[in-house]
């Protein structure tokens, strides 16, 4: 049996325990357990369904190589011969595909995202250019499937936002948007700028791993409640009711707000998940940075103070700095395209894990 069959099998076995453990009544009396249990099984269940067709390939390989050995009838031989070729092709691009679902993937992945985008240097420009990655960011969602819930903002002077946070639903949403953590680069003719000057802005993105109420067991009593009423664009208020919510975890004095909704419930509970993702993160971030001192070019460790990207408008130019990407497709990627990016981001991270011999 080759090594990548021995894995696979490996893998089948645990995936069949696990298949097992779901029915059993400890698992279900234990939602912690259950959850993590169901998510171990969906994960799994890929792999597995590949073990069957790479079995099942390779059986095939052995049995034409059988024929090739003691068949004598030439025109048999000669399907059987171009049988194997086929076969050898396929099994070479399943390996391949194999090692990449080999690779550990971060059990945060799968989760759900906070994303905050915030105003950096560049005055009205730089609330301006946040609130254009917050939209480019809803029309990629858009074109995944994902639901985006707008939590907090704080609208800038002159259009755009200061500071907008979103939680952002949907299959593998961690693992995608991790990428995009950073400080994005504007050079850009701004609309207030009255002689055509080129300006350089910035906005900084923070995207979080939603934490579940398995992973953070939050006291009521470390937690302080405020309201305040909503309030708009330009600062008037739009709620003349005490709907918001601010909550401060006292322990560590993070704090996390929410006045999208109209009711009082709803921005508490909003509140509270990101509340629970920002003290999810602290420990989330220790783990990553045990994992960048171990890697060299580290695409998604989400470095706050990183510059990241650059987008130049008058040439219409995106630079990725952290692959060495260049795109032309600047009013495209603004208005959501940006799944190429994404790739090529994930690719390096995983050429880069298969050099550290993961697989």
């Known amino acids: 049996m080759n090594d990548m069959l021995e894995k696979l099998l490996a893998i089948k076995n645990r995936f069949e325990d696990v298949e097992k453990e779901l029915s059993s009544p400890e698992a279900m009396s234990d939602m912690k357990r259950f959850a993590q249990l169901n998510k171990e099984y969906k994960d799994l269940s890929k792999i597995v369904a590949q073990y069957n067709i790479y079995s099942n390939v390779m059986s ?6 059988e024929i090739l050995a003691t068949e004598k009838d030439e025109e048999f031989r000669e399907m059987a011969k171009s049988e194997l070729d086929e076969l050898i092709q396929q099994r070479d691009t399943m390996e391949d595909d194999i090692r990449l679902m080999l690779i550990p993937t971060d059990p945060e992945d799968a989760k759900n ?8 240097t560049g005055g009205d420009e730089a609330s301006i ?3 254009d990655l917050f939209r480019m960011y809803q029309r990629y969602s858009e074109t995944k499937g994902w639901k985006v819930d707008l939590v907090d ?8 936002y200061k500071e907008i946070v979103l939680n952002v639903s949907g299959e593998d949403v961690y693992g995608t948007l991790k990428y995009e953590s950073g400080v994005h680069r504007v050079q850009r003719v ?13 906005a900084s993105v923070v995207v979080l791993p939603e934490a579940d109420e398995f992973d953070i067991d939050l006291k009521t009593n470390d937690i302080r409640k405020d309201l305040f009423c909503s309030s708009g664009p330009g600062g008037q208020s739009v709620n003349t009711t005490y709907s918001a919510v601010r909550l401060t975890h006292i322990p560590t004095g993070i704090v996390a707000q929410c006045q999208d909704e109209k009711s009082q419930m709803k921005n508490y509970e909003k509140a509270l998940g990101v509340l629970r993702s920002r003290i999810y993160e602290m420990e989330y971030a220790k783990h990553l940075e045990e994992v960048s001192k171990k890697r ?4 998604a460790t989400g470095d706050r103070s990183a510059k990241i990207r650059t987008y130049n408008f008058p040439q219409s130019r995106l630079t990725e700095h952290r692959i060495g990407m260049t795109s032309y ?5 603004m208005n959501g395209d940006i799944q190429d990016i994404i790739d ?4 390096a991270e995983n050429a880069e894990r298969m050099k550290e011999g993961t697989v």
């Not at 701004?190 to 910035?202: C, D, L, M, V, Y």
């Open 60 to 65: 095939n390989i052995e049995s034409n190589k």
């Open 113 to 120: 995202a906070i994303v905050e985008i915030r105003a950096g």
């Open 129 to 131: 250019f946040a609130g």
């Open 153 to 160: 903002y704080t609208p800038g002077t002159a259009g755009g």
């Open 190 to 202: 701004p609309a207030t700028e009255t002689q055509g000057r080129i300006h350089t802005s910035a």
């Open 296 to 299: 060299k070019t580290m695409v």
């Open 329 to 333: 497709n600047l009013p495209g990627v």
């Open 344 to 347: 090529g981001l994930q690719f």
